[in-house]
């Protein structure tokens, strides 16, 4: 079974600041690693993904991750937080094989930038 | 660029009512999903769907609830008879293929279903 731990409910920073989401995955095989953004009220937006290659990936709005096969990690980063990035954001993993390609989300991790 | 959409955005409804929500995925899109989250809750799978067929399920998705793509642009999620616990938001996804690299799901904005 697949499955995502994203351990912090809510992260607060300070608008200019780097911003971290931590997001932690279990899966069998290698994975697909994505990140969506939930504005209120709005649905799931695409941020990124990590299938292979470099485990620096770059996306939306100047947001990246990072690929840790050794610690099973996909941290969301970016190095400078606007006031608009506040948002719930789901880190999400799906086994990287043929198929139906079902997606297990994590919890979300609601992130505050302060102005 | 292309989009998923989805109707209605709301729907309140009472308990043991049948209820569809629509959603149009993106035009060339093979493959569709239905998710939910309850609020304050996780994003859940329901079900994915393929060559006019159920692909995969979850244990949520039980005798109450159905799929269908009635025609060639329209992907449907049915609940027979609402239950209180089925209040959640709804979305749908589309993909464009499975088993090549990279292949993203893209979702809909969302039903918000209220049943009282």
């Known amino acids: 079974a697949q499955s995502v731990a994203q351990p912090e409910d809510q992260v607060n920073v300070a608008e200019g600041n780097p911003l971290t989401v931590k997001c932690t995955y279990s899966v069998s095989g290698n994975p697909y690693l994505f990140w969506y953004v939930q504005y209120p009220n709005r649905g799931l937006q695409f941020l990124l993904k990590?299938?292979?290659?470099?485990?620096l990936v770059k996306g939306s709005y100047g947001f990246e991750a990072e690929f840790n096969k050794s610690q099973t990690s996909f941290h969301l980063k970016k190095p400078s937080a606007l006031v608009s990035d506040s948002a719930l954001y789901f880190c999400?993993?799906?086994?990287?094989?043929?198929?139906?390609?079902?997606?297990?989300f994590g919890t979300g991790t609601k992130l505050q930038v302060i102005p | 660029e292309p989009e998923v959409t989805q109707t209605p955005s709301h729907q309140v409804t009472q308990m043991g009512q049948e209820v569809i929500l629509r959603c149009v995925p993106i035009?060339?899109?093979?493959?569709f999903y239905w998710y939910r989250q309850i609020l304050g809750q996780k994003v859940e799978f329901l079900v994915s769907?393929?060559?006019?067929?159920?692909?995969?399920k979850s244990e949520i998705f039980d005798d109450q609830f159905s799929v269908e793509r009635p025609d060639g642009s329209n992907f449907t999620l049915k609940i027979r008879s609402t239950k209180l616990e089925d209040s959640a938001m709804y979305f749908c996804a589309s993909m464009n293929r499975a088993g090549g690299v990279g292949e993203t799901q893209y979702f809909g904005p969302g039903t918000r279903l209220l049943v009282l």
């Open positions: 990590y299938i292979t290659g470099d485990n």
């Open positions: 769907f393929y060559n006019n067929e159920i692909s995969e």
């Open positions: 035009s060339n899109h093979l493959y």
């Open positions: 999400a993993v799906s086994p990287l094989r043929g198929g139906y390609q079902k997606v297990t």
